[in-house]
Structures are given as C-alpha cells and as structure tokens.
C-alpha cells in the first residue's frame, strides 16, 4: 500500500485546514501518524495513533488545536488543524507503519501567514 498527503495550502494566522493522508488500499492495520518538518529544523512529531486505530498522541506545541480521525472506507486518516499560527508553517507527513514497516508520502505544505 502507498500513502500520500493532501489538503495543505496558505493560510491566515487563527485559520483551519484539513490534511488527508490516503492510501492506495486498506489501511485497517496500519498505525498512522503525522509529522512535520519546517525550514532549518528536524522533522516532529504532529500526532500519532499509539496503535492502529487507538488513542492519538500529540506533540506538545499541539495545546488542543489539532485532531485526527480516520474514514476507513476511503483508506484516509485525517489531521484537523484549528487555530493555525505562523509556526506551523512546514512540510507535513504522514507515517504509515505495519510491523516494522514504515511507509511516508511525499509531505503537503503548510503556510500560515499574512
């Protein structure tokens, strides 16, 4: 199975997006996170499902502003993003992972900005 990311664009500070991580079949066993990478830093964690279809994590920045759900019968897991600040600005990935497999999109750009 392959996974890919959409839904990222431009925003204004305190705007919303809605990032779906699809993949090209099932995605039932998978424990799917999202991670971010911005310009000159390491990649983070965003949010990530502590096992397939479980409770999500949330990287510490997040402060309630995000959340994750999936629709299983179009192979998506979503990331909701609320109340978007500049320092969200980067490149978000989702992360699939069966077993000791880990397969990651190609990443969707988000920028918050004025």
């Known amino acids: 199975v392959k996974f890919g990311e959409s839904g990222g664009g431009s925003v204004q500070p305190g705007g919303s997006l809605k990032l779906a991580c699809v993949g090209s079949?099932?995605?039932?066993?998978?424990?799917i996170g999202w991670y971010r990478q911005a310009p000159g830093k390491e990649r983070e964690l965003v949010a990530v499902?502590?096992?397939?279809?479980?409770?999500?994590k949330y990287g510490d920045f997040v402060k309630g502003r995000f959340n994750i759900s999936r629709d299983g019968a179009r192979y998506a897991m979503y990331l909701h993003m609320y109340n978007l600040e500049p320092e969200d600005t980067a490149v978000y990935y989702c992360?699939?992972?069966?077993?000791?497999?880990?397969?990651w999109g190609q990443g969707t750009q988000v920028i918050v900005s004025t």
């Open positions: 992360d699939a992972r069966l077993g000791i497999h880990s397969y």
């Open positions: 079949g099932s995605i039932f066993s998978y424990k």
């Open positions: 499902e502590e096992t397939p279809r479980g409770s999500p």
